[in-house]
């Protein structure tokens, strides 16, 4: 049966990653590839090197900030940015949406938040909440929905090393994993953990930690979740560890989901 994959990467300037994506996709050649992060203008988007590797690709940028861009093998039929939801700020550099046929594409850079008692971290709820209602837009017209991208929360303890130190960080706190909870709840199934549900595997190890990757002091953070039947078909979920440990890294690394067609 034919399959197609999917991959999310944090990429943390998409300009000064490229030598990693020219050296990753031609052995890895996912049909759409979300990227976050990418931390330019739009008219200095590096078109022309995706378009070199076989791939066409949109996006919403900012300068030095972060961005959102999906690369795809074939052209999407339709594509957003934003939340369209008549609220402010509209977020289009933080969330691209785009449909292949059937199946729709939520790429999203989910704020960081700061610190627990930062106006950001209310931000970062809000954002999730607004995520939620598109969801359910999204979801009341039927077909499969992905939702990719740095989300920016630890779901369970799993999912981060020394889970106790992080009580008050704003991607572990309680409220903000209950949140995210309640989003996935009834909409979404984590792919990841339906393939590999024990504990040690990450998506991001922190510059400021010396040799966290080699010493796997990580989080899981970048997230592929899919709606309930779409996860049923998906045949493969995982975090290339590779890329994180080459020239020149993203803190971040490659999550890729595979499905039947």
Known sequence: MARFSVATFNVNSVRSRLPVLERWLPANPVDILCLQETKVVDEDFPVEAFADLGYRVVFRGQKAYSGVALASR????EVSCGFDDGLD?????RLI?????????????VPQGKSIDHPDFEYK????????ALFDRDLAHGGPLLWVGDLNVAPTEDDVTHPANKK????????????YAEVVEGRFVDVFRRHRPGPGEFSFW??????????NI???IDHVLATPDL???????YADREPRGWERPSDHTVVVACFER
């Not at 700020?89 to 550099?93: A, E, L, M, N, R």
């Not at 709820?125 to 939620?132: H, T």
């Open 97 to 109: 949406r785009a449909r292949f046929g059937d199946l729709v594409v939520v790429n999203t850079y």
């Open 218 to 220: 990580g989080w899981r």
């Open 231 to 237: 996860a049923e078909r998906s045949v493969d979920c």
């Open 168 to 179: 008050d960080h704003v991607c572990f706190h309680l409220s903000i994993r209950e949140l």
């Open 74 to 77: 074939s052209e999407p039929d």
């Open 206 to 215: 922190d510059y400021r930690i010396k040799n966290a990757l080699e010493r």
């Open 125 to 132: 709820k809000a954002f999730l909440r607004r995520l939620a």
């Open 89 to 93: 700020p509209d977020d289009g550099p």
